[in-house]
Nanobody, 121 residues
């Protein structure tokens, strides 16, 4: 089983920056796609950014040119650099990883516990 450690959330002023990290550990064989989602009360989780094992990235239109997703395969870690934060970015951010465990033929998606990001003056 995998365990996730998410960090980097907090309270920032509009225009500020944060970097989120999500590190996976445990009996992991392979990690494929990684992504960041966010959720606010009354809304479903929405995709913020994703990155494939080959490094291809995808961003929500609302965060393009402000957020950057990256990964460190050696550390089983995905990052989200968030710049020029806006109040609308306030949400709980969740890490998602597609993981194959030893002995398994097909991967499955797993979620982190989430980290709060609050953007307010």
């Amino acid at each position: 089983q995998a365990q996730f450690v998410e960090s980097g959330g907090g309270l920032v002023q509009p225009g500020g920056s944060l970097r989120l990290s999500c590190a996976a550990s445990g009996s992991i064989f392979s990690i494929y796609a990684m992504g960041w989602y966010r959720q606010t009360p009354g809304k479903q989780r929405e995709l913020v950014a994703s990155i494939t094992s080959g490094g291809s990235t995808n961003y929500a239109d609302s965060v393009k040119c402000r957020f950057t997703i990256s990964r460190d395969n050696a550390k089983n870690t995905v990052y989200l650099q968030m710049n020029n934060l806006k109040p609308d970015d306030t949400a709980v951010y969740y890490c998602k990883m597609r993981i194959t465990f030893p002995g398994e033929l097909r991967p499955a998606d797993y979620w982190g516990q989430g980290t709060q990001v609050t953007v307010s003056s």
